[in-house]
């Protein structure tokens, strides 16, 4: 049976145990070169539409926050505008107050007048009833 094997292994068959353990280091050592070459492609392609999506989608982003910024800075421009005619408004009205202040001091000075002559009217009413309740005692007697 020795002689056997060596005439197998001579003429380049191997018995059956080796054959499979050598068929299988063959596979693992000689890989198909054009299957590895097709399959790197195809990552890369994959690789290449992956990221040209995420720099889609950052670029899409920017754009969206340069759109945001533009907007708001549009609005503070309206606020800004908006409050420098209300300051604008706020002075012209100040300047009108300052201008009416000598009419209100008068104002509040004929209001005190009229409270006394009010106060004298009611103290000269009372007194006149006083008087006129004596003149009536008085004629009676």
Do not use: H, W
Request: net charge negative; aromatic share 6%; glycine share 2%.
């Amino acid at each position: 049976m020795a002689t056997a094997a060596e005439g197998l292994s001579e003429a380049g068959v191997q018995p059956a145990k080796q054959d499979t353990a050598i068929e299988t280091a063959e596979e693992a050592k000689e890989p198909a070169e054009a299957d590895i070459n097709e399959l790197c492609k195809d990552m890369f392609n994959k690789m290449a539409t992956y990221l040209t999506g995420e720099l889609t989608g950052t670029s899409e982003d920017y754009k969206l926050l340069e759109n945001m910024n533009k907007l708001t800075s549009l609005k503070y421009l309206e606020m800004k505008d908006i409050a420098i005619n209300i300051s604008r408004n706020l002075k012209d009205l100040n300047k009108k107050y300052a201008a009416l202040q000598p009419y209100l001091e008068q104002i509040n000075l004929i209001e005190e007048q009229v409270a006394a002559l009010e106060q004298a009217a009611y103290k000269l009413d009372a007194y006149s009833k006083k008087l006129e309740a004596k003149y009536k005692k008085l004629e009676k007697r």
